[in-house]
């Protein structure tokens, strides 16, 4: 019997989800398909229910369903529930356990596409909804020095701050966009993120980060928006990485959680990469 995966969420839009699932099902001669399901949040809960069905080897979840669908699982694992978001989810026999792939598919693209390790790293984040949430968690997990996040909506980048600071022994603190002590963390960073949408078609023009501030040229630029896969705010650096990485690390981690099998990585990329 094919086992099913697949990506709940709404609107699922252009996912490359199935496109590189599916290509490396076929490579490793997997009798496993990845599949769209678009659900309502009226539906949600019985789409959770078959899940548990024998043909189901596990899920994706995505936007707007990635905490919704905690609470209707049997499981889930630590650094998801730190995260507070769920974005794999494994069928064990009918048992449902909940993960979170996001985080450390940033942490391994940001190993393997800059050759960066995240220990005693100075990042800046920008953004802090759910993807900046994630890669907070993991950078302070993986010992980076300090952390500095900024947020239009500033009570939101407080509060993320607070919520990492009082888990990890991480220097964490929000800054206000576009500001001097932004220019300030940026100018003793290494490593600069974007987790806003801000720079993603069809507005590839506009940046998460006003011309005035300066960039060392130095800086890693790792912005989590893949289409387009090079940002405007990605042209200010030599050494910036797209989005893309994580978004096929993150569906490698899953890949191997369903499988049990090392994701072909390389293929999943390519595959991504064509298609955007
Ligand atoms: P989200 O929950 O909407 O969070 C984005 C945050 O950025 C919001 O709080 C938003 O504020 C804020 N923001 C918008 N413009 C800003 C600016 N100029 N400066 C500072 N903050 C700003 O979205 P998300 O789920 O975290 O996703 C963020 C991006 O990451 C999306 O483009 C998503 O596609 C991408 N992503 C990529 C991957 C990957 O694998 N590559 C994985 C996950 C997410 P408002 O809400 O007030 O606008």
Excluded at 12 to 21: E, I, Q
Excluded at 89 to 101: A, M
Excluded at 142 to 153: G, L, Q, R
Excluded at 193 to 199: D, Y
């Amino acid at each position: 019997m094919t086992k099913i995966v697949g990506l709940i969420g709404h609107p699922l839009g252009h996912s490359l989800s199935p496109l590189m699932h599916n290509a490396a099902f076929k490579e490793l001669g997997l009798d496993f398909e990845y599949k769209l399901f678009d659900v309502s949040l009226n539906e949600l809960a019985q789409k959770v229910k078959e899940l548990r069905g024998k043909k189901f080897a596990g899920f994706n979840i995505t936007i707007p369903y990635k905490e919704k669908v905690m609470e209707l699982i049997d499981e889930v694992v630590e650094n998801a529930k730190v995260i507070g978001a769920v974005n794999t989810i494994v069928n064990d026999n009918g048992k449902l356990i909940g993960y979170n792939t996001d985080g450390p598919g940033f942490v391994e693209s940001l190993r393997d596409d800059a050759g960066v390790n995240p220990q005693g790293l100075n990042a800046v984040v920008l953004g802090a909804g759910g993807a900046s949430r994630a890669i907070l968690v993991t950078l302070a997990e993986e010992k980076a020095n300090s952390i500095i996040v900024t947020d239009i909506d500033q009570e939101k980048a407080s509060q993320l701050a607070q919520y990492v600071g009082s888990y990890f022994n991480v220097q964490v603190k929000s800054v206000k966009p576009d500001s001097r002590e932004l220019q300030a963390a940026l100018d003793n960073a290494n490593l600069l993120i974007n987790a806003t949408p801000i720079g993603m078609h069809p507005h590839e023009n506009t940046s998460p980060l006003s011309d005035k501030i300066q960039l060392a040229p130095e800086l890693i630029v790792y912005d989590l928006v893949y289409n387009p896969y090079s940002t405007k705010l990605m042209k200010r650096s030599k050494n910036s990485v797209s989005g893309l990485g994580m978004l096929v690390r993150q569906g490698a981690l899953a890949f191997t959680l369903w499988t049990g099998r090392e994701a072909p990585v390389k293929l999943m990329h390519e595959t991504a990469f064509a298609a955007l």
